[in-house]
Structures are given as C-alpha cells and as structure tokens.
C-alpha cells in the first residue's frame, strides 16, 4: 500500500477569502502531495506570488515563495491509502503534466457557471477542486456522486477511507504531529 495526501488549505488571500465568502466554508483550496511531510503539493492556483491573473497548474514547496509570504494559511490535511497502481497513476498525471504546465490554465470563465450548477469545461482548465477530484477519478481512487467540476474544496471531507492527519498552519507541520 501506498499514500496520497489532500490538503485543505485558506491561505488568506483576497481570492481566497471570496472562495470562502461564496462557499462558507472553512477552506478555500485544495492541493495534493506525494510525500507524508506535503513539502511538495499540486494544485491549481496563481504561477507568480504577486499575481492572480497568471493562474495554472502549479507545483508548490512548502519553503518556497508563497508560503514564506502567505505563512499564516491553515490547513486540513487526509491521508488516503491507495494501491501500488493507483498511486503510479497520480504519479504519472503530475509527471505529465508537469512536461508541459504552461497548457494548463486556472479556468477563471468557468468559476461562475460551476457556481451556478451550469455545467461548462474548457479543455486544460481547472480550479483546484475539479483538479484534484479529475485525478482522484481518472486514477481509480475516489469518484464523488457529481461531476468531477461541481466538486468544491468542503466534498473532500466526504471521502470515506480518508483518514484527517493534521488541523492546524500548514508551515508548523511535521509528520510526526497527529492531531
């Protein structure tokens, strides 16, 4: 068996807190990792620290740029078991992605019909949720009872084999915390 990681993240960012305005939820993103210390995560989010308008498929460390300056974001974080195949499935979508991360865009047009229940997809575009729920899906691990780009960041709760690992700021930690 191996593991995969969901982060629940409010970084406190201006988007960030109208996501959660809209949403009333508790967190206002998701990324996923590899690794149990979630130094490295993916997700969907802002490529440049200072811009919002550059958005895309992104590859975060937990020492990099954006957490220096935003070192205040909470966090959820799950633990999923998954299978040798499954795990090598999330693998290679990162991996493919990451051969070519300027084709993916961070799908501003469709945030508003998704909010609305319109169903609307552009090819290689994503918010974080329908990110994660899409490779959740397409590596067999978990399909949620809607469309993978109705999913928002408060349906990862919902996981049943999830096991929630850590609450508390994604900075401060360490794998040998348990909540």
Not at 13 to 38: E, G, Q
Not at 101 to 106: D, E
Not at 129 to 142: C, N, P, R, T
Not at 147 to 174: C, N, R, W
């Amino acid at each position: 068996m191996k593991k995969i990681y969901l982060i629940l993240m409010h970084t406190n960012t201006i988007p960030s807190k109208l996501v959660k305005f809209f949403t009333r939820y508790k967190y206002s993103h998701v990324a996923i990792s590899l690794d149990k210390n979630c130094d490295t995560i993916y997700s969907f989010g802002r490529r440049k620290v200072n811009s919002i308008l550059n958005g895309g498929f992104v590859i975060q460390k937990k020492q990099g740029e954006f957490f220096k300056k935003f070192d205040k974001t909470t966090c959820r974080i799950y633990e999923l078991d998954v299978n040798e195949e499954q795990y090598k499935d999330v693998k290679n979508i990162l991996d493919n992605m990451q051969l070519n991360p300027s084709k993916y865009k961070y799908d501003f047009i469709g945030i508003i019909p998704r909010f609305l229940g319109t169903p609307f997809t552009i090819k290689n575009r994503y918010v974080c949720s329908y990110f994660i729920a899409d490779i959740l899906e397409k590596a067999k691990i978990y399909k949620f009872n809607k469309k993978a780009y109705f999913v928002k960041p408060k349906d990862f709760e919902t996981i049943h084999d999830s096991k929630q690992i850590y609450s508390g700021l994604y900075m401060t930690y360490m794998v040998n915390e348990i909540i």
